[in-house]
């Protein structure tokens, strides 16, 4: 019987709730993406969880909240935006197209080049459809270099919605019972994987990876072998490393 | 919602701002940083840097992760308030009334506070450090002093007794 026809049940609750650790996430992680029964009853404790917080005894927040909200978001407005300045309006929408005009031909540039990253690198089976949707959307590259394994780099690509993929060359093929595994290193907080994964002969594999919701507290994005089926946290050296992606 | 539309932000605000402030005091313990929390999810809102995505989830459920996903991150940056917090009863924080809008239904509030209290309080524990103490079930288990694998099963039933409970009060319909 294989992973995918056993069906994850005890642990769906846990981890819709994000209380499961590292390899055991990631293998309800993938059981979810190729089972209906699973990914329908996780999507329901999904929807059971978010209302878990109306269970409480509701507290108003300060009242000055929402105008110090208000500012900081007309300080960082964005071009799409529409605030109560109307004066400056017109000159800021004139301002406005040719950044669009940029951002368009710069998402269309990049998907073409995500399309044939991966058509190239594919070591395995050709990408199915899941991840050539994941490969239209907009998003951004990050090149991870060989910091502990000269030679070898990966590409990870990240959609703008959180979802994610990983292009790797150059990396040795493992003997059964290690693996290597993605990491998200994170400033005050335990790291954070975003899968497991291994390399053909040629040392070529894509994988899906999972990343967090942001990027903003993460200080590194690496790369280390690791005990199959995965670590809770690292305990490899970086094979892989990226510190800089913004 | 439309990123970078101030009504629209404002209007989840409005909608959502008191629950996601009443959720963030209850994993951070600490007004203050329950305003942190309160301000930050609606700038990422506001920003783009989460972005809503419709399969995985409605909009609730996606402000709601945002938050405690944030709380959770500084409940773990600060040490000595996890302690203060696992010293806490479970119960919900003794409050101020909020201003409920009309949009949370008072029968959802009472069906879910009720589910919770109907919860055998294994049941309720396993739920409760997990989602407003961040903890995993090893952690849970290595805390509670019971094996791994009764903490599974207790979140697994618990979370089929809030289902059977709550799921047809939220079920989406029709095209949703």
């Known amino acids: ?246 | 919602m439309q990123v970078g539309k101030e009504s629209a932000l404002e209007g989840l605000y409005a909608r959502y701002g008191g629950l996601i402030f009443t959720l963030a005091l209850r994993i951070v313990g600490d007004p203050e940083l329950a305003r942190e929390v309160l301000q930050d999810t609606f700038l990422r809102c506001w920003g783009g840097r989460d972005a809503y995505d419709p399969a995985r989830g409605r909009v609730p459920g996606w402000l709601m992760g945002i938050a405690r996903n944030r709380a959770i991150d500084l409940l773990r940056s600060r040490p000595h308030q996890a302690r203060l917090r696992e010293q806490e009863p479970l119960a919900g924080l003794a409050s101020e009334p909020a201003q409920r809008d009309a949009t949370d239904s008072l029968t959802l509030r009472r069906a879910v506070a009720g589910a919770l209290q109907e919860l055998p309080i294994g049941q309720r524990q396993a739920i409760e450090l997990a989602y407003y103490g961040g903890h995993t079930q090893v952690e849970i288990a290595r805390e509670l002093g019971e094996p791994l694998g009764t903490i599974k099963s207790r979140t697994r039933e618990a979370m089929e007794r809030l289902r059977a409970v709550l799921w047809p009060l939220i079920e989406p319909k029709g095209g949703g």
């Open chain 1, 1 to 246: 019987m294989t992973e995918e026809t056993v069906h994850p049940t005890e642990d769906l609750a846990g981890y819709a709730l994000g209380a499961l650790e590292g390899s055991e996430g990631i293998r309800v992680e993938h059981h979810v993406a190729t089972c209906a029964t699973c990914a329908s009853a996780l999507a329901q404790y999904r929807a059971i969880v978010s209302t878990l917080p109306m269970g409480l005894d509701p507290v108003a927040p300060p009242p000055e909240v929402w105008a110090a909200i208000r500012a900081e978001a007309r300080r960082r407005r964005l071009p799409v935006g529409q605030g109560a300045g109307s004066r400056g309006r017109p000159n800021w929408r004139r301002a406005m197209w040719p950044v669009l005009t940029t951002l368009v031909a710069s998402l269309l540039i990049w998907n073409v080049v995500l399309q044939r990253e991966l058509t190239r690198r594919a070591p395995g089976p050709a990408p199915g459809p899941e991840v050539d949707a994941l490969s239209r959307r907009p998003g951004r590259l990050v090149i991870l270099a060989g910091t502990g394994q000269p030679g070898a780099s990966a590409r990870l690509f990240v959609a703008v919605d959180g979802g994610g993929h990983l292009a790797i060359s150059g990396l040795t093929p493992l003997p059964r019972g290690r693996t290597y595994q993605l990491w998200f290193i994170r400033t005050g907080a335990s790291a954070v994987t975003g899968g497991t994964f291994g390399v053909n002969a040629r040392g070529l594999a894509w994988a899906k990876a999972g990343v967090p919701a942001s990027l903003d507290e993460v200080r590194a994005i690496a790369v280390t072998e690791e005990p199959a089926p995965g670590s809770v946290s690292p305990t490899g050296r970086h094979l892989l490393e990226a510190t800089t992606w913004r």
